[in-house]
Every structure is written in structure tokens, then in C-alpha cells.
């Protein structure tokens, strides 16, 4: 099964409107960290945000915030008053406590403002 | 700031030849790691590396391998390059699990062709 689950390809949203993208994880961890990154179009991947599975609060980092709902496994990103400079590749991921280091990923989401 | 270093931001290489990408992080990090995205497929582990000269397979480590001489640097092998390789490499580093926030930080990404 996936870890990870973006299920929108594109998404399109007009300069200073909010935008949510969606994300699923799987996992039987009690204890892990989502992560969303930012990919422009030059190719770095640029951390945007972490909720931990036991943050009892949506975490915010200036226009993002995370929607995160544990019941369902959900980890949206919400992008407030999307500006041109927010289009690219958006990347969900996750890390578990146990097993190894790395992040699985999702398949990423690619969200173009429209001026 | 972490600064994750990549040595190429784009390579071309022929079919059989052997090829390094370096990667350096200046943050003492414990944990360092290799992925691959191609298109539609998200970003996939190569390999990871815990600790100096320790490794780690990840999801997809064949026809590549790994060396980590020093704690800063980590390096990926492609013994004898093929077109299926042609993809986008990036390299990450990070702290380790620290209550749960275990960000990686990314570098540029290498974009290497195979002829």
C-alpha cells in the first residue's frame, strides 16, 4: 500500500485566493512526522512545514498551514492568498519513528496561480 | 542556514561510463541520503547513510552504489551507467529523530542524461 497519497496531479488557483492540497498517509507507527516541500520549477526541494502525530495543533508557518485530521489520516496544505511565486511541485511525506530515516513521498501535486 | 551542496546541477554521461555525484552538507548531520524523481513516480530512496562509513539500501539500490568517507559527505556510484538512469538526483541531509521533527534538507539536484 502507498504511504503517501496525493491525489491531485494539477490544481489551479486565482492570485490571492486559498488553495488546499490533499494528502493521505498510511501507517500503524503511532509516533511520525508529515512534512510538505515546495519543488520550483529550478529543482530544489524546499521544506515548508512538519505536523507531529502527537501536535495537538494545526501547525502554521506564515501563509501555510496544515489541516491535520488523524482520524482519517489527512495532512492537507493550505496555501493563504497564493501569490505567483507559489506555483510548482508540492510534496507531501512522511518519516515513521521505527524502521529507517527516510521520508516516503507522494507523488507530488503541481499548482499553478493564475495571475 | 543548511546548506546542502550538490557537485552538478547537470551531467552527461555515456552509456557504461562510471559516475560520481557528490554531495556535501555543512550542518554535521548524522543522517544523509540519495533519491531519484522521475516523473509521475515521486521521489524514490537510493540509499541512505546513518553515520560515516555506514549505508543503507533503500527502495531502489540496484545498479548503484554509495561511499561516505567523512560525516559531511556523501557520495552515490553509478558502476556503469545506463539510460535508465537518466533522471533527476537529489541529495538530502538531516539530524536525525529528535522527538519527531526530523527534517531533510534537500540540495540542488543533479540532472543527469545518459546517452
Known amino acids: 500500500a502507498q504511504k503517501i497519497t496525493q491525489t491531485q496531479p494539477g490544481m489551479f488557483v486565482q492570485e490571492k485566493e486559498a488553495v488546499t492540497l490533499d494528502c493521505t498517509y498510511d501507517?500503524?507507527?503511532?509516533?511520525?512526522?508529515l512534512f510538505w516541500y515546495k519543488q520550483p520549477s529550478s529543482g530544489e526541494m524546499i521544506f515548508l512545514i512538519y505536523?507531529?502525530?502527537?501536535?495537538?495543533q494545526n501547525a502554521t508557518e506564515g501563509r501555510y498551514s496544515l489541516n491535520f485530521q488523524k482520524a482519517r489520516k489527512s495532512a492537507n496544505l493550505v496555501i493563504s492568498a497564493s501569490q505567483l511565486g507559489d506555483s510548482a511541485m508540492y510534496f507531501c511525506a512522511m518519516r515513521e519513528k521505527t524502521g529507517a530515516n527516510n521520508l516516503f513521498f507522494g507523488t507530488g501535486t503541481r499548482l499553478t496561480v493564475i495571475p | 542556514d543548511v546548506k546542502v551542496t550538490q557537485s552538478s546541477r547537470y551531467l552527461v554521461k555515456r552509456t557504461g561510463e562510471k559516475v560520481f555525484l557528490e554531495c556535501v552538507q555543512d550542518m554535521d548531520h548524522e543522517n544523509m541520503f540519495w533519491y531519484r524523481q522521475d516523473p509521475g513516480l515521486g521521489l524514490r530512496l537510493i540509499y541512505f547513510?546513518?553515520?560515516?562509513?555506514?549505508?543503507e539500501k533503500g527502495d531502489i539500490p540496484e545498479g548503484y552504489s554509495v561511499s561516505r568517507e567523512k560525516k559531511e559527505r556523501f557520495s552515490l556510484i553509478l558502476e556503469s551507467a545506463s539510460t535508465n538512469q537518466t533522471s533527476m538526483y537529489l541529495c538530502?541531509?538531516?539530524?536525525?529523530?529528535?522527538?519527531?521533527?526530523?527534517?531533510?534538507?534537500f540540495g540542488p539536484g543533479t540532472r543527469l542524461t545518459v546517452l
Open positions: 547513510s546513518y553515520d560515516v562509513k555506514m549505508k
Open positions: 505536523q507531529g502525530s502527537y501536535d495537538q
Open positions: 501507517t500503524s507507527d503511532p509516533s511520525y512526522g
Open positions: 538530502a541531509s538531516s539530524l536525525g529523530w529528535r522527538g519527531g521533527l526530523d527534517t531533510q534538507y
